[in-house]
């Protein structure tokens, strides 16, 4: 309803604004036939004429210009509620809002927009530092900000954003993250907004390669050292069962066979046993008789070898007795 009124108001200045205007060309013609009789009277009366039509004036273009800083899209909420404020109040309202108000309100909201701009997403200590440094100063130094100081702030961040980035990045990151700054500013802000990301995912996909072909090698090391283990294993069962064929050949090859003769008292021989391991053979009386028992699985030549030293342990007996009869019969 009050935008609507002041709406109307607005329209109905504008329309008798002209009416105002251009009266005193009427006013004019008709003077003449007044002003010989009365020339003083009329002369009185046109300054206060020309004063009203330029406060008319004054007034639609006063509202004129509050209107159309009220509809500016680009004007903070502070100056608009001026604007409205002012409109609805009297043409004194309207001049005071002109000449001051306008001004308050537009500080009004450069202190909110400044401070709005640490909401940034690359603030750093340089914006910080010059938004306080706007906020202790004048409106001027507000506007400063705000149309110039605010970018050059913001960039010097940009700059030192991308090398800290850069101190903590993978190689690809670094690789961009110095070319960026080496190109400029614009070159920075896209780094920061698209190309860190980019050269992180690269660092990551050759950062799992790399485990991956990590972990291939450490269990093809572990697969080849288990192969390694079982053969060794393999070769030392089988030289362990072949020293231990080596060790039973040693006591059957003919060297430890020992005689022995059992001469009775009568002259009588008893019997004669020779040993070898796993076998027994005894000879008695007058007679041989030889015996084999627990045959051991020794190699043919050792059972050769146990047969001529019992032929000669037999021989060693007959002597014995032929040497035993000569005796007796001398």
């Given at each position: 309803m009050k935008k609507q009124a002041r709406l109307t108001a607005f329209l109905a200045a504008a329309a008798v604004a002209p009416a105002v205007l251009f009266s005193s060309p009427a006013v004019a013609a008709e003077a003449p036939s007044t002003a010989k009789s009365a020339p003083d009277r009329g002369a009185e009366a046109k300054p206060d004429e020309a004063g009203k039509q330029s406060d008319a004036r004054s007034v639609v273009e006063d509202r004129i210009k509050v209107s159309q800083i009220a509809s500016d899209k680009n004007a903070g909420r502070s100056l608009r509620e001026a604007a409205n404020k002012a409109l609805d109040g009297t043409p004194e309202d309207v001049r005071r809002f002109?000449?001051?108000?306008?001004?308050?309100?537009?500080?009004?909201?450069?202190?909110?927009?400044?401070?709005?701009?640490?909401?940034?997403?690359?603030?750093?200590?340089?914006?910080?530092d010059a938004v306080n440094k706007a906020m202790d100063?004048?409106?001027?130094?507000?506007?400063?900000?705000?149309?110039?100081?605010?970018?050059?702030?913001?960039?010097?961040?940009?700059?030192?954003?991308?090398?800290?980035?850069?101190?903590?990045?993978?190689?690809?990151?670094?690789?961009?993250?110095?070319?960026?700054?080496?190109?400029?500013?614009?070159?920075?802000?896209?780094?920061?907004?698209?190309?860190?990301?980019?050269?992180?995912?690269?660092?990551?996909?050759?950062?799992?390669?790399?485990?991956?072909?990590?972990?291939?090698?450490?269990?093809?090391?572990?697969?080849?050292?288990?192969?390694?283990?079982?053969?060794k294993d393999k070769a030392d069962k089988a030289a362990e069962e072949k020293a231990a064929k080596d060790s039973g050949k040693g006591g059957t090859d003919g060297k430890n066979v020992q005689p022995a003769t059992d001469v009775r008292a009568n002259g009588?021989?008893?019997?004669?046993?020779?040993?070898?391991?796993?076998?027994?053979?005894?000879?008695?009386?007058?007679?041989?008789?030889?015996?084999?028992?627990?045959?051991?699985?020794a190699a043919p030549w050792a059972v050769g070898g146990a047969a001529v030293a019992v032929a000669a342990g037999a021989g060693l007996v007959i002597a014995g007795r032929r040497r035993t009869a000569a005796g007796e019969r001398g």
């Open positions: 002109l000449e001051t108000g306008q001004y308050k309100a537009r500080d009004t909201d450069n202190r909110v927009a400044v401070i709005r701009t640490l909401s940034g997403k690359y603030v750093g200590r340089n914006v910080r100063g004048t409106p001027q130094d507000r506007v400063y900000y705000l149309e110039k100081g605010y970018h050059l702030a913001q960039i010097a961040d940009n700059r030192t954003l991308a090398v800290q980035i850069s101190s903590i990045g993978g190689p690809a990151v670094q690789e961009a993250a110095h070319e960026a700054i080496r190109e400029g500013d614009d070159a920075i802000q896209r780094f920061l907004d698209v190309g860190q990301y980019e050269a992180r995912a690269k660092d990551e996909a050759a950062k799992k390669k790399a485990e991956e072909e990590k972990a291939a090698k450490e269990k093809a090391d572990k697969e080849k050292a288990a192969k390694d283990k079982a053969a009588e021989h008893g019997t004669t046993a020779v040993t070898t391991p796993g076998n027994a053979v005894t000879s008695a009386g007058h007679g041989t008789s030889l015996a084999a028992t627990g045959v051991s699985p």
